[in-house]
């Protein structure tokens, strides 16, 4: 298993990129073929006592930086490391590549250069978001901003199977964001895909899902357009780290409060552990045919290198191949 | 001043509702005009010791229920407390009206009893939630969802006299939700609304705000559409739950962590108030052409009463009539 990676994509790199790669290397017996600037990369490794065994350096020039335009960015920045890398993917040099990069240029990277699988026109960005009683997976979370009804379909399937394959998940939980549990419920565009995703065999669609029952976890896969997804996104982001806050200066009053805060320290640490998305890696760019992982802009060497692992499994359980499967099964249906 | 309520609608009416009223007239000075069942409002006062001066019944035999169809709802119960409650404002037998009905035939019925302010063609539902910094109002909330972008103009507009007359803020910070600050972002309509709010004279729109930064409440009026805005609210009330849940296990541990508890008791008492959207009364129906107020369905006594208060401002600032004159310059201004 080889998995190739963007040693210049993502606020922290290369430094934090090449020590969750080379982790992965000891921990998880992979290989590595880091795209970037190979001086760069050397003098980093060098600088930070980085082992470089099991990585391979893939000469790229450039760095797609995130203010970028991200379709001229692909275009022009022809020898940047997230080009080269997607190119190495399609051309088969690894199983898979992940990027702490742009989500953008690696969103249109991975259209144009490594393409979709058949019944799929734009991969769709899934993140798995850590629930009250289990994780569960949002798709898409921004990449498509538009999005039809029968994308909105297709989204069930591919986070299905992601879920079942990567994440173990028997038979997944599918629900339908809307503003009510009723089918009549929400735009057109909801009521349509209410009733694409019903009569959908290669799901188990279990109706609409109220946001207020989104951070439960009660669903496997979370459901909706692009636009609505960012928001459900980054507002469970930016909710907790404000409530998080809120709390500290409780904590902090007085010697008191600090004492009372060692005897519940190791709660809130399992806590933290438990909402932490670092731990479950990055983003899966869905229905690209490559695995492609998008890992947090800020990610640090544990977070990339459990991007990596997601990573590997995506390629092991033939992720983009089984998708594939499901939705030409699922097209001849509907055409019969 | 006379605010009239419905004494039948929310999940703890009458006798919630019937307490509220009664605290008011104690405490704020108000008349209230009650709508509801007479018999059953006697009753109920009867056998909870609710003193019911200051507060006038009037008759109405029906009420609405949550799970009813709104526009039909509304339609064929004309003795209903919700439609009688609304002709009796319409006739200016009060200076506002408090529901904790649903929120759904509160809509239909104030667009069709109450009517519009000129250019408004549905009234907004407005929403004030607890933010980091301070609380902010975010419109709309779910009664429109489907929205074109001079709507979420004149949200906009409202939500600032909003903000201005009844809570007090000079000049407030207007947002947009969008996914990314820059202004291409977004939906077609995302995009459309931010230059019609960015050209707009009536308000300070500071642009773009990221799902993640809502929280903080760092703009004062946050514009988005109903659909939207509903995941927006729901969510937050759903991660705030699940957030709280993950750390009650945490405290109740074991004995030292109970007694750890006892000394940040306080603080977390006073975060929960400064959490707790009942301090806050209930939601706006902007747009309304006499003020309309949506108190949660699940109402206690201390909610509605903080409902009525915010209605009686409403009625005090002459709401309605402001956000009408800010609304016509507006409209004379893109004329010119």
Redesign the interface.
Known sequence: MKIIIDAMGGDNAPAEILRGAADAVAELGVEILAVGDQKVILACAAEHNIPLQGIQILQASQAIEMCEEPAKAVRTKKDSSLVVGLKALAEGQGDAFVSAGSTGALHVGTSLIVRTIKGVKRPALGTIIP??EKPYLLLDC?AN??CRAPMLNTFGVMGSVYMNKVMGVESPAVAL?N?GAEETK???L?KEAHQLLKANPAIRFVGNI???????GQADVVVCD???G??????????????M???K???T?NL??K???L??KD??KA?KK??DADEYGGAPLLGASRPVIKAHGSSNAKAFKNAIRQAMRCAEMDLSGTMERSLAALAAQSEE
């Open positions: 629930g009250g921004g901003v538009e964001v503003n929400g735009t057109p909801y109220e946001p207020r029952d989104v951070p439960s692009g636009f609505t960012n928001v459900i996104l980054k507002l469970t982001e930016g909710l907790a780290k404000t409530l806050g809120q709390l200066p409780i904590f009053k008191a409060t004492l009372a805060f005897t519940v709660g809130m806590f438990k909402m």
